[in-house]
């Protein structure tokens, strides 16, 4: 089995931005934690601060992987092109959000996946990528 994690903008900084918010360890710590989880599963990695990268990244997996688990960050509440890409594809994807969304500005509260999405995680810090892996794998 084959998942692709996808991140967006801002999100290469996890460990350092907004500690508060997001925490202090770095997503490519966390993947490594996650490849030993799942060592059954193989995960690849992806991430830009580019709209027109997630979009020819989700074009380029969603046909091959099983599973996409995406966290767009801030892109979730702004990108059509990034809900009609989702849609485009027959991979099932997940939606992630670190922090929970709903208890931060109300701008943060609309994603234009979440409709597009198989699944929604929010505010469960980075412990929503496992359990978005976990959903990927029974669904199978």
Not at 124 to 137: H, T, V
């Amino acid at each position: 089995m084959k998942i692709t994690i996808i991140n967006g903008p801002n999100l290469n900084l996890l460990g350092q931005r907004e500690t508060g918010i997001y925490g202090r360890e770095s997503f490519e710590s966390y993947l490594d934690k996650l490849r030993r989880t799942f060592s059954e599963v193989e995960i690849e990695y992806f991430q830009s601060n580019h709209e027109g990268a997630l979009i020819d990244k989700i074009h380029e997996v969603g046909f091959e992987s099983e599973g996409i688990v995406l966290n767009a960050g801030a892109l979730s509440h702004t990108s059509l092109a990034l809900a009609d890409a989702v849609a485009s594809v027959p991979a099932r994807t997940i939606e992630v959000h670190i922090s929970n969304v709903y208890s931060r500005e109300t701008y943060r509260h609309q994603s234009f996946l979440s409709s597009r999405c198989k699944g929604l995680i929010v505010g469960l810090g980075l412990k929503g990528y496992k359990l978005a892996i976990q959903s990927l794998i029974w669904a199978e």
